[in-house]
């Protein structure tokens, strides 16, 4: 299984996105079932520090991470692709696309920045429970 996590930027929430699968893989122990990507069509130069201050606040440092181009070949790869709402990806493989319809945390109150992380942790871990029920 291989889950993809895009927006524009790949500064705020597809990272948010990618560090809580990561999370969860590791503690569903699916380390040898799921690959996790994560990508832009139109990278930032740095992950947002609003969204890296509200990941440290639930002690996942993301303060390494670089945002990066994705192309349409990795995504075809994927099983699910989730969107943030953001992206008009046109996939021609049999990709499933999610449009999580998530507000951009880019210049947002730390307050907002945790609204928005928590949905994200909600729904990385809805769909981890979806394919993997335990």
């Not at 996590?5 to 380390?31: D, H, I, K, P």
């Not at 440092?61 to 070949?73: A, F, N």
């Not at 021609?92 to 730390?110: F, N």
Request: aromatic share 6%.
């Amino acid at each position: 299984m291989k889950f993809g996590f895009v927006c524009v930027q790949n500064a705020g929430r597809s990272q948010m996105s990618a560090a809580f699968a990561e999370r969860e893989r590791t503690e569903r122990g699916l380390e040898d079932e799921v690959e996790i990507l994560t990508g832009g069509t139109h990278p930032a130069e740095e992950v947002h520090p609003e969204v890296v201050e509200a990941m440290g606040e639930v002690d996942i440092d993301i303060s390494d991470r670089e945002p990066r181009e994705v192309s349409t070949e990795e995504l075809n790869e994927c099983d699910v692709v989730a969107t943030m709402g953001c992206s008009t990806l046109e996939l021609d493989a049999d990709v499933e696309v999610r449009d999580w319809a998530l507000d951009d945390p880019h210049g947002q109150s730390v307050e907002k920045v945790r609204e928005i992380r928590d949905e994200i942790k909600q729904r990385v871990s809805a769909l981890f429970d979806e394919y993997y029920d335990e």
